[in-house]
Structure formats: structure tokens, C-alpha cells
């Protein structure tokens, strides 16, 4: 998958991880991982990114004795999730374009099968 591509991916999907909830770095892995992987050495310069551009904060929370960062996704990151949302449609619909010849050729390997 092209770097830049995926990399953009990766931001979508750290900031829809926060979306609904704060959360911090292992958790955020954890709730990615079901749809790809991600690992620390990845995740936080994302999140440093995410910061600097104004899509989320962070803030410090005592947990068990230990200070935890955790993430809260701002108005410009909600924003971000839309836009990502409206760009999916078209992404989409390139993705039906690339593959229509593909689908053709599905549809008449069926019918010759089943002629």
C-alpha cells in the first residue's frame, strides 16, 4: 500500500479510536488491532502529529500510581473523521472503476459455469 496513503489511514483511525471516548496509547493499539496492525513505534509519532495539528490533545491522569497520557480529539479531528467520510465515497467509487473489469469477468465465468 502506498506510504502516504496508509499513513493517512493510520490517522483516520486513531482519531475514530478516541472518538467516542479518551484513551491512551496501548489501549488505542488494542482497539486498532483488529483492523490492522499498528505498534508503540508507530502509533506515537501519530499521535504527537494528531496533537501538533490541532486534531487532538492530551492530558495526564494518575492510574495506579503512574501518570497516563490520554488522548481527547478535538472539533478539527471530529472534522477530520468527516471529511474522511465524504472522501470515502469517491475512494470508493474509484476503487468500482479499477475493478469493473474484474466483476465482469466474474459475471461470465459464473454464467458459463452454470450454462
Same mark, same amino acid.
Given at each position: 500500500m502506498d506510504i502516504q +496513503?496508509? %499513513? #493517512? =489511514? =493510520?490517522?483516520?483511525? $486513531? +482519531?475514530a479510536a478516541i472518538k467516542s471516548e479518551d484513551s491512551y496509547g496501548y489501549k488505542i493499539i488494542r482497539d486498532i488491532r483488529p483492523f490492522l496492525t499498528v505498534s508503540e513505534s508507530t +502509533?506515537?509519532?501519530? +499521535?504527537?502529529?494528531l496533537e !501538533? !495539528? #490541532? /486534531? /487532538? *490533545?492530551e492530558y495526564s491522569m494518575e492510574h495506579n500510581g %503512574? =501518570?497516563?497520557k490520554y488522548y481527547h480529539i478535538t472539533? &478539527? #479531528? =471530529?472534522?477530520r473523521i468527516e471529511e474522511f467520510r465524504n472522501e470515502w465515497t469517491e475512494i470508493n467509487d474509484i476503487?468500482?472503476? $479499477? *475493478?469493473?473489469?474484474d @466483476?465482469?469477468?466474474? @459475471?461470465? %465465468?459464473? !454464467?458459463?459455469?452454470? &450454462?
Open positions: +496513503l496508509k %499513513r #493517512g =489511514l =493510520l490517522d483516520i483511525c $486513531v +482519531l +502509533l506515537y509519532p501519530i +499521535l504527537r502529529r !501538533s !495539528s #490541532g /486534531m /487532538m *490533545t %503512574r =501518570l497516563r472539533p &478539527a #479531528g =471530529l472534522e476503487y468500482n472503476f $479499477v *475493478t469493473r473489469e @466483476k465482469t469477468n466474474d @459475471k461470465d %465465468r459464473i !454464467s458459463d459455469e452454470t &450454462a
